[in-house]
C-alpha cells in the first residue's frame, strides 16, 4: 500500500493541473491528508461509493498519462543519471557545479 500511495503522490505531483478541481481535491484528501472514503463523502455530501469511483477513475487516468508522456519516468532516469554523473565527477568542481545547476532546474 505504501509503494501505491508514493507512486500515486508521484504521478499527482507531474499531472495535477491535468486533473479536474474534484479529482484533485479527493487525491489530496486520500493520498496527502490521510482521509478515508467515509470522511472524503461526508465532506462533499456524496456517498463513500462516488469518492472510491473517483478515485479508481482518476488513479486510472494518472497510470494512462504516464504510460503516454513518462514524465515520472524520465524524472526518475534523468536523476540516476544525474546522480552518476556526480559521483563520476566528484573531483572536478566546476563540473559538478554544472551538474548541481542542472539539478536545480527540475
Known sequence: MIE???RMSDLFDFYEPLLTTK???YMKLYY???YSLGEIAEHFNVSRQAVYDTLKRTETLL???EDKLALLAKFQRRSELLEQLKQQVSSEEKVLALVDSLEKLD
Open 4 to 6: 501505491k500511495t508514493m
Open 23 to 25: 479529482q484533485r481535491d
Open 32 to 34: 496527502f491528508d490521510d
Open 63 to 65: 497510470e494512462e498519462l
